[in-house]
């Protein structure tokens, strides 16, 4: 590899943890020592840039932390980042040290604020996609979304049993407020009975009705995954109107924050591991507002901000995969 035109770097995490940013941060770090670049963290994303939380870092700041869930780093929603008063400010902090590159972690959101901060400086700036959504496009996989879906199917698995037991319907809330992949695919996992998303308006009755028409069908209990963000307005509601209009009992679990949490899956940590070696290759190489990822995978990059500007698609094989199997 060429000498790096970065000679000192930054690594933050933004917006909401996910498993996976911890193997990240450590990929970026020790990449960053092994090209002989100076390194430092930014405790508390942008929140942490503004309030000059940044610390140096070595090979030894990362070690035993990639089997960890959340991030060392810690990380926040920062509003005020949006203000270019406050990214002036953010700015200096990091010139004063020498940073000329950044590696943000999170985001749609977060890579707005990296975009922004790139167009006011000379910071070079490269995002890593780690939400649990998995809704970032210019990537088939974001950090987290592995650890997120197998912790909703391990639960709904759990559920099962309960569900069978006592013939009933149980209704699991996953996160998901404006997309449906954690919701679709561990839907898909653990064999529920039908999947609710925002990409697809919920229709009341077609629900009711394959419900009662597996009742017909011999089955005792059925497992519905709702997506916070259906347009019927989450589990309790969806749930509510079932209920009432195929009168036979039914709970509701949502699981939240448990899917944020745990140590990441094999497959998370060697996503966050590649990923994070790629984001400082591509500072080293004097690249900038963009996004690395892995598609059908190989590791991409794409422009910073088709991450906001082009929305991803939801899987219409796996929408037709559930569709089929639910029957």
Known sequence: MAKSKVKSIAVLCSGGDSSGMNPCVRAVVRTAVYHGMEVFGVIRGYQGM????????TARSVSNIISRGGTILKTARCLEFMKKSKRKKAITNLQ????????V?????????AHYLSMESKIKVVGIPGTIDNDINGTDFTIGYDTAINVAMDAIDKIRDTAASHDRIFFVEVMGRHAGYIAL?????AGAEDVL?????TDPDALVKNLRDGLARGKTSSIIVVAEGDDAGGALKIAAVVEKKLGIMSKVTILGHLQRGGSPTAFDRVLASRLGVAAVHELAMGRSRIMVGVVQGKIKTSRLDHAWKVKKPISREMLKLNEILSV
């Open 105 to 113: 972690i999170g985001g749609d959101g977060s890579f707005h604020g």
């Open 96 to 103: 004063r040290r020498g940073i000329g590159g950044l590696v």
């Open 185 to 189: 695919e561990a839907g898909v996992a």
């Open 197 to 201: 998303i925002p990409e697809v308006k």
């Open 50 to 57: 503004l309030d000059d939380q940044i610390e140096p870092m």
